[in-house]
Every structure is written in structure tokens, then in C-alpha cells.
């Protein structure tokens, strides 16, 4: 008799829907159309691992990819995305050029230097003709050029030729999931100031792109030529603001654990490090080993959180620790309660029967957003892929 693996058969995993990510991206492909889209896969597919979210991305239609890191590009043509493009969203270290002219990534830039740089990498490759994106600072002030530099940097492009092209311009949108802000179209109008600043100087790039998930749902006017999808292909809303508009969306993750141990706790009792919570009646606990080093916050306790057991929802009760968080069942004689049995399935994230957590619920009890529940869960819980 082999022994299981126990990286492969831990008691807390997370499922991940290829299916909704590929039906997300088709339904927002045919949206944004005659748009192209490229799925955002930055920070390992925003928690539902990289390389599964760029394949099935790719099957609903996307044409391209964008990572933050050099690292995340490189990781994804070594497992076999080897034909669409990689845009890596900003600009990287020049020691890192060599690498990505190798692994053929489409780098951004926003400085002189850095053009000239990307250069001399591209020429010591022996390459030709290769695009570059450049990034323009239209009132989000986190990285860019400014819009005053447009045409020097276009200009310092072309003098890279033949090694370098101008293939891609853009922007980022800072509000743009609050769509009666009117910062988005602020910005779209300084972002149109550069373009005809370059196009009056002879610049003509291939492709034009401004807008995040929230602006490829908000605002039409941002589209341009392709849109940057990102936390919406993960069938999540990217704000509250544009709810309305993802209706049609399915979450992609499911997190889920199995009871560790079931056991009774007498009235008056209290649970867990600081011994917070204290049980009102005999209850039935379950202790579940996921915890904050899994990515379920510290905090969820005291913020209300729930899961799933059941099918029913049940209170975290007590500190969620490192290893472990406690389950409130139900009381004891209740029939529901008292049949949890130690190996039951306990859903922290996703839908169990007819109720279903999502990550904005856990984001609005934490005052975050989901991104950062999901981008959360740690390396510790295994993705597993599944398709129908």
C-alpha cells in the first residue's frame, strides 16, 4: 500500500472552475468587441494559479496576457504559453532585459534610459522588430511617463530601430469602477492629448489601451483598441460601483476544507487564543485546519465571518489561528448539528447547496476588496483545475 501525498490530499484546498474563467472572458470579449482583450494574470492569476487562468483564458477568447513581473512571464513560457504576447505592465529592472527579449516578453517602459537599454538587450539577442508598450501617468501618479514626454520618448523608440518598435501606448484608469467619478474621463482626455501629440509627430502605434475590467465594463469611450481584463475574468466584480454591470459573471474559486475534529463545548465555555468567544449553549464545534497562513484573515472572526457546513451557514467562533479556525454547527440536539461528522466538507469561499460565499462578502466584512482575499490565499492550499 502506497502512502498518500499529503501535498495533494491536505484537508483545505481550492478548486478552481476553468470553465468560468473561460466563459467570464468569452462573455466580456463579446462586450468589449471590436476591442481585443488580454487577460491579466499577474500575481499567480490573481490566486487561481497562472497557468490554468491563461489557458482557459485563452480558450475564451482572449489574445493576449499581462503579468506584473518579468519572473511571471518567464514562469509562463516555460510551461507552454508560447504564441500569444506578454505584456509585463511596468517598467522592470534593465537587468532583467536580457531575459525578457529571450523569453520574447513585450516590455513597458517610461524612461530614456530604459529605451536605450531595451535596445542594446534586443541587438545583443540578435533580434529585430521588437514591440515595446509605453505608459503614460494620466492621474493615477503611481508609474508612467509623463504626458509632456510622449513624443521625446516615441522619438528615442524610433531611434532604436531596427531593434525596437512602437507598438503599444497606455494608461491606467484610477477610478474607473466608480463610473460617476468623473476622474475616468479626465484622464481619457489627457490620455487622447498624447495620442495626438505622437500622431502630430508622426507616431502612429499599433495599439491603444486604457482601460482595466471596471473600465471595459463602465466605459465604452475607453475600450480603444484592446482591454486590459483582469479581476473580472475571475467572475469577480471589481467594485461595488459596477455591480450591476457583472451580473453575468461566475466566481472561479472555491475554497474548501474538511472538519478535523467535531466535539461538543458546554455553555459558558470559551474558545481559541484570547479566549474571546464564549458559547451561549451546549454547541456542537468543528475545527477546521485552514488559517491565516492559508490566507482565511485573523480578523474574519470578529468581522462576522461564515462558512458553509452543510449547506447551512455557520459562525466562525474564536480567533481564526495560524493552522486552524472553529466552526460554530449548531447546538447540541439540534439533528443538523449533530450529524457533522469529523471529514464533512466545509466551503469558506464558494457555493455549497443553494448558499454561496463570495470573496466581496469577506472584503466587505474586512473592510478590503476582494482582490486582496483572493490574490490572499497562500501557496500552502493546492489549486486544483476542473473542468466539465
Known amino acids: 500500500m502506497t502512502s498518500a501525498d499529503p501535498r495533494s490530499t491536505r484537508w483545505a484546498w481550492a478548486e478552481i472552475d476553468e470553465d468560468a474563467i473561460r466563459e467570464n472572458v468569452a462573455l466580456l470579449v463579446r462586450q468589449v468587441a471590436p476591442?481585443?482583450?488580454w487577460a491579466i494574470v499577474k500575481a499567480d492569476g490573481y490566486g487561481h494559479g497562472a497557468l490554468t487562468a491563461a489557458r482557459a483564458a485563452l480558450e475564451g477568447g482572449a489574445t493576449g496576457l499581462g503579468v506584473a513581473l518579468a519572473q511571471e512571464g518567464i514562469e509562463l513560457r516555460a510551461a507552454g504559453i508560447v504564441a500569444p504576447p506578454v505584456l509585463v505592465l511596468s517598467q522592470q529592472p534593465?537587468?532583467?532585459?536580457?531575459?525578457?527579449?529571450?523569453?520574447?516578453?513585450?516590455?513597458?517602459?517610461y524612461d530614456l534610459d530604459?529605451?536605450?537599454?531595451?535596445?542594446?538587450?534586443?541587438?545583443?539577442?540578435?533580434?529585430?522588430?521588437?514591440?515595446?508598450?509605453?505608459?503614460?501617468?494620466?492621474?493615477?501618479?503611481?508609474?508612467?511617463?509623463?504626458?509632456?514626454?510622449?513624443?521625446?520618448?516615441?522619438?528615442?523608440?524610433?531611434?532604436?530601430?531596427?531593434?525596437?518598435?512602437?507598438?503599444?501606448?497606455?494608461?491606467?484608469?484610477?477610478?474607473?469602477?466608480?463610473p460617476t467619478d468623473p476622474t475616468t474621463t479626465e484622464q481619457l482626455a489627457r490620455f487622447?492629448?498624447?495620442?495626438?501629440?505622437?500622431?502630430s509627430a508622426g507616431h502612429e502605434p499599433e495599439l491603444v489601451h486604457a482601460a482595466n475590467s471596471a473600465g471595459a465594463v463602465a466605459h465604452p469611450h475607453g475600450r480603444r483598441d484592446l482591454v486590459r481584463l483582469g479581476i473580472a475574468i475571475y467572475g469577480?466584480?471589481?467594485?461595488?460601483?459596477?455591480?450591476?454591470?457583472?451580473?453575468?459573471?461566475r466566481p472561479a474559486m472555491r475554497l474548501v476544507a474538511r472538519a478535523g475534529l467535531v466535539k461538543p463545548v458546554a455553555a459558558g465555555d470559551r474558545i481559541s487564543y484570547g479566549l474571546r468567544h464564549r458559547f451561549e449553549q451546549d454547541s456542537v464545534v468543528a475545527t477546521v485546519p485552514i488559517g491565516y497562513a492559508d490566507g482565511v484573515p485573523r480578523r474574519l472572526f470578529a468581522a462576522g465571518g461564515?462558512?458553509?457546513?452543510?449547506?447551512?451557514?455557520?459562525?466562525?467562533?474564536?480567533?481564526?489561528?495560524?493552522?486552524?479556525?472553529?466552526?460554530d454547527c449548531g447546538p447540541v440536539g439540534d439533528p443538523v448539528a449533530d450529524a457533522v461528522r469529523v471529514g464533512d466538507e466545509v466551503v469558506l469561499l464558494g457555493s455549497q447547496g443553494a448558499e454561496r460565499i463570495r470573496p466581496e462578502e469577506w472584503a466587505d466584512r474586512l473592510g478590503t476588496i476582494a482582490y486582496e482575499i483572493v490574490c490572499g490565499i497562500s501557496h500552502r492550499i493546492q489549486r486544483h483545475p476542473l473542468r466539465r
Open 35 to 37: 476591442a481585443a482583450a
Open 114 to 178: 530604459a529605451i536605450a537599454a531595451f535596445g542594446a538587450a534586443v541587438r545583443n539577442a540578435g533580434r529585430t522588430d521588437v514591440g515595446v508598450h509605453l505608459k503614460f501617468d494620466t492621474g493615477m501618479r503611481r508609474v508612467g511617463a509623463q504626458p509632456s514626454a510622449a513624443v521625446a520618448l516615441a522619438d528615442a523608440v524610433r531611434s532604436e530601430a531596427p531593434a525596437l518598435r512602437l507598438e503599444g501606448v497606455f494608461t491606467h484608469l484610477a477610478v474607473a469602477d466608480e
Open 192 to 199: 487622447d492629448a498624447v495620442l495626438t501629440d505622437l500622431r
Open 94 to 109: 534593465v537587468e532583467h532585459f536580457a531575459a525578457m527579449v529571450e523569453h520574447a516578453l513585450t516590455p513597458t517602459l
Open 306 to 327: 461564515e462558512v458553509l457546513v452543510g449547506g447551512r451557514r455557520r459562525p466562525i467562533v474564536g480567533v481564526v489561528t495560524m493552522d486552524q479556525l472553529m466552526v
Open 236 to 249: 469577480i466584480e471589481p467594485g461595488p460601483g459596477v455591480a450591476e454591470l457583472c451580473t453575468g459573471l
